[in-house]
C-alpha cells in the first residue's frame, strides 16, 4: 500500500470514527422543544409582509373601540426619532450571567445548559422536535437513529434530575406518550419502540394531544386550537374522538409572533442595535419582550414608554428604554394574517393524507382496502343488474358510500414531503380517472399552499364536522391551549372574529360562540399534559395499556389493537 493509500484509508477511518460519535451524541447539547430555536430559519418576502401589514392596519382601524370611536394609527416615524436617541444605562459592569461551564466536557448538554454554552466551545446545538415533528434534515444529527438518541438523552435527564427516578427503575413506571392529531407512524412506532425497549418502561398508552386537551379542561366536546411556539393546529373532539376531517397543521405559531414583533421594533428604531436573531440569548431577550408588551387590546393606543435590561455574559447589565405605538398591537394580529411573517417557500397548511403502510403489519389500510375493493366490485355487480332504468342516480349514491367507506379507514398520516405525496396512492385511486385524480390533488396542493389565518383555519376546521349538530358543539365550546395566544384580551378578541365570520344560518342557531383560553384557571400550556394525567386514572385505559413483552413479540401491530383512535 502506498503512502497516499494509507492516508486515504485513514482519513475514511477518521470519518466513520466522527459518524459514529455524532450518533452517540460526544459533544452535542440538546434543547427541549420548549426553548425557542433561532428565529432567522426561513427566506423571507419583504413585499409579503408590506401586504400583510397593510392588511392588519386595516383591520385595526376598521375594529371601533370599546367607547365607539375609531383607533388613530400610530406611525411608526412618530417612534423612531425618539428611540434612536435612546443610549442605554450601564446598572452594573457585571451582568451576573455565565457561560455554562464545559472544562469537564461533558458529553451531552441538555436545556438552559445547552443555550448559555459559549460559542468558542466546539459543540454543535440539536432541536430534536421542529414545528411539531421530530426534525430531521441532512445535516449533522439529522438522521432519525440521531434524533432519536436526543429525545432519549434529554427525557433520561429530565426523569433523573427533576422526578429524580434512576433508570435502572424505570422498569417499575408505564408512560404516557402524547402525539400530534396529524402524526407519522414510523415516527410514533420508533418512539413507543424506545420507550419500551431502550428506556425500559414497564408499559406506555399513545393518544393525541387534542382528546387529552378536552381530558385537562373537562369538557366532552370541543374544536381544539393548539398555537405552540413553532406551529398551531386545530382539530374538532367529540367525546373523545378526535374527527379525522377536521384536522389540520398551520406551519407558524409564537416564535413567528417573535420575529414580526422584530421587525416591527426596527422599523422603530429598537435601541438594541446588537440584536441578531441567529443569537439565541437574543432569542430569548425578544421572546421575553413579546410576552411583555404584545397584547390584543383595541383600546390600549398611542405612544408608551417601556424599559428592558440586557444581561448577557462577558458583559456590563445594560437597561434600554424605548418607544411603542401599534407595534404591540400589530404583531399578535399576524396569527390571524399570516402573510405579515412573510414566509416563503414552504407548506402553510398540513392536512390528513394516506400512509404508506408498513410492512410489519399486515392488517394495514393498503389491506383494508384491497379486501374491500372485491366487495365493493361485487356490490356494483348486484347494483347494477338492479338499477339499469335509472342507473345515473344510484351510481352516484353507490360512489358516496364508496367514499364514505374509505374515509373510514384512512388512517391518520402527516405528510412529510413532496418526495412522499406522490406515492400516497391507494389502490382504490387506479379506479379514478387520471384526469379527476389530478384534479384534486392540485387542488389539496393549492389549498396547502395557502396562509389561513387563525379565525379562518378554525371555521374551516368546524365546517368539516360531519353534522349541524356537531358544528353547534364546536362553535359553542373553542378551546385553546399551548403558549402561543397567551395575550391580553386574546380571548375576546377571537371572540369577536369567529361570530363576525361564521356562516349566517349558524349564526342564528347558535346560543353562544365561547372561547375558552383559561379552563378552571389552568395555564394553557399544561391542559394536554393534565389530561395524560387524567387519562391514566381511568378505568378504562387500563384496556390501552401496551406492555413491553407484547411489544417485542408483536410490535407495532399492538397500536392497532390497543390504541384509543384508528391507526
Known sequence: MTQAEKGEAENGKDKERDREREQRGVKRPIVPAAVPESLQEKPESTEQRQNGLKMVDQAIWSKKMSNGARRIPVSPDQARSYNRQMRPAILDHSSGAKWTN?????????GEEALYINPLDSYNIHWPIRRGQLNLHTGPGGSLTAVLADLEVIWSHAIQKYLEIPLKDLKYYRCILLIPDIYNKQHVKELVNMILMKMGFSGIVVHQESVCATFGSGLSSACIVDVGDQKTSVCCVEDGVSHRNTRLCLAYGGSDVSRCFYWLMQRAGFPYRDCQLTNKLDCLLLQHLKETFCHLDQDISGLQDHEFQIRHPDSPALLYQFRLGDEKLQAPMA???????????QKMTTLQHRSQGDPEDPHDEHYLLATQSKQ????KATADRKSMSKP???EGDLRGQASDISERI???EVELGSSQSDCMISGNDSEEPLTAHMSRKTAISQFEGKALGLDKAILHSIDCCASDDTK???????LVVGGGLMFHKAQEFLQHRILNKMPPSFRRVVENVEVITRPKDMDPRLIAWKGGAVLACLDTTQELWIYQREWQRFGVRMLRERAAFVW
Open 102 to 110: 464545559t472544562s469537564n466536557h461533558p458529553e451531552f448538554l441538555v
Open 335 to 345: 396569527l390571524f394574517y399570516p402573510a405579515t411573517f412573510g414566509i416563503v417557500g
Open 376 to 379: 365493493e366490485q361485487s356490490a
Open 392 to 394: 345515473g342516480a344510484f
Open 410 to 412: 384512512y388512517p391518520q
Open 472 to 478: 353547534k358543539k364546536m362553535y359553542s365550546s373553542i
